[in-house]
């Protein structure tokens, strides 16, 4: 099993920024694939970016991209996720995810999530 621990969610005003951790424990060896989804309540929980943990592509949502990073210190076994430029509909719980899997966009690929971590964005 994989464990995840997020960290790093708060409340910001629009334009500002915002750095999310996820360390992972465990059976780590087995992770090929690191990612964060976000989710508001009521909605499905939608793909931010993701990272191959080895080879360094990195994939993110048309909604996010040239505003969030996805970065990884592979030493420390943790992923960031950091959030610049940030607007109130970026509001949600972000979660950290893990997949054995080169798989990157469905969220049923991730085996192990974290307990997620709320991001609210003020307008």
């Known amino acids: 099993q994989v464990q995840l621990v997020e960290s790093g969610g708060g409340l910001v005003q629009a334009g500002g920024s915002l750095r999310l951790s996820c360390a992972a424990s465990?059976?780590?060896?087995?992770?090929?694939?690191m990612a964060w989804f976000r989710q508001v309540p009521g909605q499905e929980r939608e793909f931010v970016a993701a990272s191959s943990w080895r080879y360094g592509p990195t994939y993110y949502a048309d909604s996010v991209k040239d505003r969030f990073t996805i970065s990884r210190d592979n030493a420390r076994i943790t992923a960031y996720l950091q959030m610049n430029g940030l607007k109130p509909e970026d509001t949600a719980v972000y979660y950290c995810a893990t997949s054995t899997k080169n798989e990157y966009y469905a969220m049923t690929r991730y085996e192990y999530w974290g307990q997620g971590t709320q991001v609210t964005v003020s307008s």
């Open positions: 465990g059976r780590t060896f087995s992770i090929a694939t």
